[in-house]
């Protein structure tokens, strides 16, 4: 079976309760609209769903790129990468995983990324302790830039 993940850092989904998602980009001063859906996202690819295990925290913040062939997760801080992935990834998070037949890519999504509309549960749901060690061990390569 195929498996596809959703990570958490603050709870565990019982249930997928998909909502209404949108993704823009400004083109030229422009805002154009290119994903806007009821859906709950995933990813067929673990270290994505590790990356979001992250915490939301001022100052600090974390990005992956859905759409490009890289294994690097982009981390923004105030001090230096060590300390700002401690900081962004110190309380660990849940992993949940999904049958990928659930899932489907369209238009406007990443090619690293899939959706669903359906309401359904997850077939596991383990919680990572390390997040950046699991990572790590993924080569997972961080980029690191100071936050202004």
Same mark, same amino acid.
């Given at each position: 079976?195929?498996?596809?993940?959703?990570?958490?850092?603050?709870?565990?989904?019982?249930?997928?309760?998909?909502?209404?998602?949108?993704?823009?980009?400004?083109?030229?001063?422009?805002?154009?609209?290119?994903?806007?859906? *009821? +859906? &709950?996202? /995933?990813?067929?690819?673990? $270290?994505?769903?590790?990356?979001?295990?992250?915490?939301?925290?001022?100052?600090?913040?974390?990005?992956?790129?859905?759409?490009?062939?890289?294994?690097?997760?982009?981390?923004?801080?105030?001090?230096?990468?060590?300390?700002?992935?401690?900081?962004?990834?110190?309380?660990?998070?849940?992993? *949940? +995983? &999904?049958? /990928?037949?659930?899932?489907? $890519?369209?238009?406007?999504?990443?090619?690293?990324?899939?959706?669903?509309?359906?309401?359904?549960?997850?077939?596991?749901?383990?919680?990572?302790?390390?997040?950046?060690?699991?990572?790590?061990?993924?080569?997972?390569?961080?980029?690191?830039?100071?936050?202004?």
């Amino acid at each position: 079976m195929s498996i596809v993940f959703h990570g958490s850092p603050n709870y565990r989904i019982r249930k997928v309760i998909p909502k209404r998602n949108i993704r823009g980009k400004d083109v030229s001063g422009e805002h154009i609209i290119t994903f806007d859906k *009821h +859906s &709950f996202h /995933a990813t067929s690819h673990r $270290w994505i769903a590790l990356a979001y295990l992250y915490r939301e925290l001022p100052g600090y913040s974390m990005g992956v790129d859905l759409y490009g062939t890289k294994v690097e997760v982009l981390v923004t801080g105030p001090t230096d990468l060590e300390d700002s992935l401690k900081r962004l990834y110190e309380n660990g998070g849940y992993l *949940h +995983s &999904f049958s /990928a037949s659930d899932f489907w $890519w369209c238009e406007g999504l990443g090619h690293r990324e899939v959706i669903t509309d359906r309401e359904i549960g997850p077939l596991e749901i383990e919680f990572i302790e390390d997040p950046v060690a699991e990572m790590r061990a993924a080569d997972v390569e961080f980029i690191f830039r100071k936050s202004v």
